[in-house]
């Protein structure tokens, strides 16, 4: 775990609490990016963001270790964001009728609109971050660092401390390994 982080979520748990300002500042702006990736909207990835740190803080004794504090954090966030999403579901009424006539419902064949493609894109995103959580915390953390963040493979290197090889060896079998996942996820789903 990154020394600086871990030195200031001590200070933290230790009654400073703008030490979890430092934290704010540090990762606000690679979470958000992440963030608008899932839910689309910057404004419900804002909405995420406050609603993880603010969890983040108040489960910071929770917080164990064995992963970088940003992959704890981008767990709580990402079930803010599938919680966002879900809370901005459309709501359809089925009373759409004036003066008696049912008013004809206007006809939208634009690609996600249909409501079992939101579900299954839905389940995709769940089985996917299923499977995310079930990699090693290494492999996971390298995954999400270059595949969701779009870090390149150097700054992945030294957020982690680790050799450029390491982190493509890492990622690769992070890919690996998530592409078994989801097949056996698929199969199953099948049978």
């Known amino acids: 775990m990154n020394i600086d982080d871990r030195k200031l979520i001590d200070e933290c748990l230790n009654g400073q609490p703008n030490s979890f300002g430092a934290l704010v500042l540090r990762y606000q702006d690679r979470l958000f990016r992440a963030l ?9 990835a804002y909405d995420a963001a406050q609603d993880a740190f603010l969890n983040a803080y108040l ?3 929770s917080f164990k270790g064995d992963s970088e504090f940003y992959t704890w954090l981008y767990r709580i966030a990402f079930n803010a964001a599938i919680s966002q999403k879900r ?6 009424s089925l009373d759409q009728s004036r003066n008696g006539q049912t008013i004809p419902e206007p006809s939208d064949n634009s690609i996600g609109v249909r409501p079992d493609e939101r579900m299954e ?3 995709d995103d769940a089985q996917l971050h299923e499977a995310i959580q079930r990699l090693s915390a290494e492999h996971r953390s390298v995954l999400v660092l ?7 493979y150097e700054e992945i290197a030294e957020f982690l401390k680790v050799p450029i090889g390491t982190v493509r060896s890492r990622l690769h079998r992070a890919r690996l390994e998530l592409k078994i996942l989801l097949s056996a996820h698929d199969t199953d789903s099948i049978s």
């Not at 899932?38 to 419900?44: A, H, R």
């Open 121 to 123: 894109q839905s389940e």
């Open 59 to 61: 489960s910071l004794h």
């Open 87 to 92: 809370k901005k579901r459309p709501v359809v």
């Open 146 to 152: 270059k595949d969701i963040d779009g870090m390149k």
């Open 36 to 44: 608008v990736c899932i839910v689309s909207d910057p404004e419900d």
